[in-house]
DNA sequence: ACCAGACATCGACGTGTGTCAACATAGACA
DNA sequence: TGTCTATGTTGACACACGTCGATGTCTGGT
């Protein structure tokens, strides 16, 4: 459990994508949500909310490395290049992929706290 | 296959709310989700992914008793009735809210494991 | 029976979204 | 140089979505 992902130190006061400003709130449950934070929170549920951008999220994170080639991904569905580069966009703008080229090549990874985020925002992690 | 979609997880055979159907999957992140398996989360999570929404989810859920009435939380927008209507019913369908009609007021009630299913979907949370 | 209040539904409008074909860009290699 | 391959970008389309005003449907009280 100790492979190398890039991580964030815990203090930022930078512009950051929106998954960064996320990890701040408490679980849904505990107190009303601001109109801000709501309008920060939604975005990434909305990025998320889509069958195929959910199974990229699910074969990126499973792969191998918990990284995947674009071309890798193309090939598992059904649909066209530039429609799954879209879709790869959306989760990279919202702070969910990163992106690294390697090559000709284009590497997505997860941001593990992002989705880890997320999940204790809605269920309520007990820590 | 050869029924309707009703892919049973467990034992449940009756016809239920999306979210019934969600508690039976492993974390993202394990294994690749199937295209029905994303088919049946993408909705729930799209019918989070609205900032007012979200507010609702939360609003009801930290309410006393864990439900609310319509009439408070139309008064805590700035949007008209049907608006707010709209926006139960996208969370009732969906099985993220139960609803109870009492007298003339309708009190809503957050489904706790529907949350906490997703969040352990997306957060991991080997619950 | 009637009226008033609480919610839901309907129809319409503008905007956002998923998808594609066509094109653009950028490395690798001869 | 030039060509091939891997990705991203653009423009366009159909469709879904959030919002509203108007209207409908209950329920409780007069």
Not at 35 to 53: Q, Y
Not at 67 to 90: G, M, R, W, Y
Not at 99 to 106: D, M
Request: charged share 20%.
């Amino acid at each position: 459990m100790s492979k190398s992902q890039v991580v964030v130190p815990r203090r930022r006061v930078l512009e950051l994508t929106p998954v960064e400003t996320v990890a701040c709130c408490s679980p849904l449950m505990q107190e009303p949500l601001s109109g801000e934070a709501a309008a920060r929170i939604a975005p990434l549920l909305k990025a998320l909310a889509d069958p195929v951008r959910l199974r990229l999220m699910s074969m990126i994170a499973s792969h191998a490395d918990g990284e995947a080639c674009v071309c890798d991904l193309n090939d598992a569905f059904d649909l066209s290049q530039p429609t799954i580069s879209h879709h790869l966009k959306v989760l990279h703008e919202v702070g969910l992929l990163d992106r690294s080229k390697r090559g000709v090549w284009v590497y997505y990874r997860i941001r593990a706290t992002a989705l880890a985020d997320l999940g204790a925002l809605l269920g309520g992690l007990p820590a």
